[in-house]
């Protein structure tokens, strides 16, 4: 069964060699997600919050090109350069997903691509 890409406008092209998204039978991978704005390619201004809702935005729209919304997403991964941020990104997580929401795990990490304060992907099954 081959992979097939996903691609949107509404959402960064990617910064290397990988696809927004990759859909292989009737799962969705999305990629990991940091907070460029995708007219610019450059990261937004802002605290964690304003970062973590882009890249929630980002991850929203890659999702809704592959047929798929975030209430579909099964799994998440989110990583922060720093782990006392954890409640404000818990918050603005809130405002994109409702009950029951994915399993997740965060993870801290030393550094992001283009010095992003926060990255997220998923993966989701389409209906």
């Known amino acids: 069964m081959p992979r097939q890409p996903v691609h949107t406008d509404r959402a960064p092209a990617a910064i290397g060699p990988y696809s927004q998204a990759v859909q ?3 799962m969705v991978f999305l990629s990991g997600q940091i907070p460029l704005d995708p007219s610019s390619g450059l ?3 802002g605290d964690i ?5 882009r890249a929630f935005d980002n ?7 592959a047929g798929g919304t975030l209430d579909d997403v099964v799994r998440l991964g989110l990583y922060l350069t720093d782990l006392g941020q ?7 997580m809130a405002e994109y997903f409702t009950a029951t929401f994915p399993a997740r795990s965060t ?7 283009l010095d992003a304060a926060v990255e ?8």
């Open 120 to 127: 997220v992907e998923g993966m989701f099954e389409v209906q």
């Open 24 to 26: 292989r039978g009737g």
């Open 86 to 92: 954890f409640a404000q990104v818990n918050q603005v």
């Open 49 to 53: 919050e304003v970062q973590a809702r």
């Open 107 to 113: 993870i801290g990490v030393a550094e992001l691509p």
């Open 43 to 45: 990261i937004v201004e």
């Open 59 to 65: 991850l929203r729209a890659v999702c809704e090109a």
